[in-house]
């Protein structure tokens, strides 16, 4: 009782947050908290409802949607309006191979590392040693049931996290980036937004 209280004040704390506070850096990418969906029902969060999956979003957030690319971004900074306290990435790629995610993670990544390299740019925030993927930073996790993979690795000041999901020849990356929790106090609240977002993740 005590834990589930914490959990729907935290949260609540959160909207609050991000309804008052404005904020330049994002989180680290600590260990994501689990909401129940009465702790989630009980604040007036916005829902999008696409063709192949749901999500929840704070109510002060502001969806961009182009083509299959969807951004969550958070409300701007007191100091400058036009840098979001947050932001989330949603991609939706066609997978006509059926490559897992990870093939599929692991073959975009090497192929920027390439473009990278032949344009003369820094390769320090790609994940790929000598052409290959560092398997180090990589893992599995769950994405409403969906086993995911994911690469989470520091990049030049900040850590930058992707899951990515293949299903029904599609592939699915989501994605934030964040800085450490040193730099910007509001972390461990932005952690919490992302970690409803993904939570409330569901495919149909």
């Known amino acids: 009782m005590i834990k589930n ?14 309804l008052s506070i404005r904020s330049v850096s994002s989180s680290t990418d600590k260990e994501l908290r689990l909401y129940t969906k009465t702790d989630l029902s009980e604040i007036n969060l916005q829902i999008y409802d696409g063709d192949d999956f749901k999500f929840l979003y704070p109510p002060n957030a502001v969806l961009e949607i182009t083509g299959d690319k969807i951004v969550i971004l958070g409300p701007g ?25 990870k093939q599929w993670a692991t073959q975009k990544n090497i192929e920027q590392w390439q473009l990278a390299i032949e344009k003369g740019m820094p390769v320090g925030g790609i994940p790929v040693n000598d052409g290959k993927l560092m398997e180090e930073k990589t893992s599995i996790a769950k994405i409403s049931g969906e086993k995911a993979f994911r690469i989470h690795y520091y990049a030049f000041d900040s850590h930058r996290i992707a899951f990515y999901i293949d299903k029904n020849q599609k592939l699915y990356e989501l994605s934030y980036t964040g800085y450490p929790i040193e730099n910007s106090y509001t972390a461990p609240y932005k952690i919490d937004v992302y970690s409803f977002i993904l939570n409330s993740f569901l495919f149909k």
């Open 5 to 18: 209280t914490y959990r729907k004040n935290r949260l609540v704390l959160v909207v609050i947050f991000f």
């Open 77 to 101: 900074d007191i100091q400058n309006k036009n840098i979001n306290s947050y932001t989330f990435y949603i991609k939706t790629y066609d997978n006509p191979g059926n490559l897992s995610a």
